[in-house]
């Protein structure tokens, strides 16, 4: 069965300091990957998604950056956090393409729970 | 108009009631459609999904889907306090990347 793994759960980071977040995917290949962010007491705001290898697309213009170095591995960057990037960090997969990919749900790692100091 | 609408809520049911959690998308060319839970402070977590006008039955969860009025709903029958949770509707389109659009939400408490 499918896994995803996402860490680490809970972070505390000074403002401009730099950020990692990972996210690995098991038990598919080719998956399309997601990166999103929700504030507290709001809704999930999709900030990146991969469709393979290299590709990004990037959904809102803001501190963030994200790659994709492997098959199964999402990763999400600053250089330098700002006040604004609190928050709670989802990752999610889904697979398939065309009208198989149209009913593929997204699957969602445990976040990780993102605190500027 | 936002592209996927719910009530923020709270709905408050008492336990063994039916518990009917409403959804509106405004895009026609909507194909999918899902319902997470999500536990304050968890991940979202998948319930639910429908493709086709009607109802789809799962336990006590039951997915309504009406496209001709853009409408979906999720009622969940003999509610019990750890139902207690949001509930976030989320519609993918047939278009580009296939883009999964989440609605902010409903908070349902479950009152035993």
């Known amino acids: 069965s499918q896994t995803i793994h996402q860490w680490p759960a809970t972070l505390v980071q000074p403002v401009g300091s730099p950020l990692s977040l990972e996210c690995t995917v098991e038990g598919t290949s080719n998956p399309n990957l997601y990166w999103y962010r929700q504030a507290a007491g709001r809704g999930l705001q999709l900030l990146f998604y991969?469709?393979?290898?290299?590709?990004i697309s990037s959904e809102v213009p803001q501190n963030l950056s994200a790659s994709r170095p492997q098959d199964r591995q999402f990763i999400l960057s600053s250089k330098k956090l700002l006040l604004s990037d609190s928050g709670f960090y989802l990752c999610?997969?889904?697979?398939?393409?065309?009208?198989?990919?149209?009913?593929?749900?997204?699957?969602f790692g445990d976040g990780t729970r993102l605190s500027i100091l | 108009q936002k592209e996927v609408e719910q009530n923020s809520g709270p709905l408050s049911v008492p336990e063994g009631a039916i518990a009917s959690l409403n959804c509106t998308y405004s895009d026609r060319g909507s194909q999918s459609f899902f319902w997470y839970r999500q536990y304050s402070g968890k991940s979202p977590e998948l319930i639910m999904f429908?493709?086709?006008?009607g109802d789809k039955e799962d336990g006590r969860f039951t997915a309504q889907l009406n496209k001709a009025s853009q409408y979906v709903s999720l009622l969940i029958r003999d509610s019990q306090p750890s139902d207690s949770a949001t509930y976030l509707c989320a519609v993918k389109k047939n278009t580009g990347f296939q883009k999964l659009v989440f609605g902010t939400g409903t908070r349902l408490l479950v009152s035993p």
């Open positions: 999610a997969w889904t697979a398939g393409t065309g009208n198989r990919g149209l009913r593929q749900p997204q699957h």
């Open positions: 429908i493709y086709s006008n």
């Open positions: 991969s469709v393979g290898i290299g590709q």
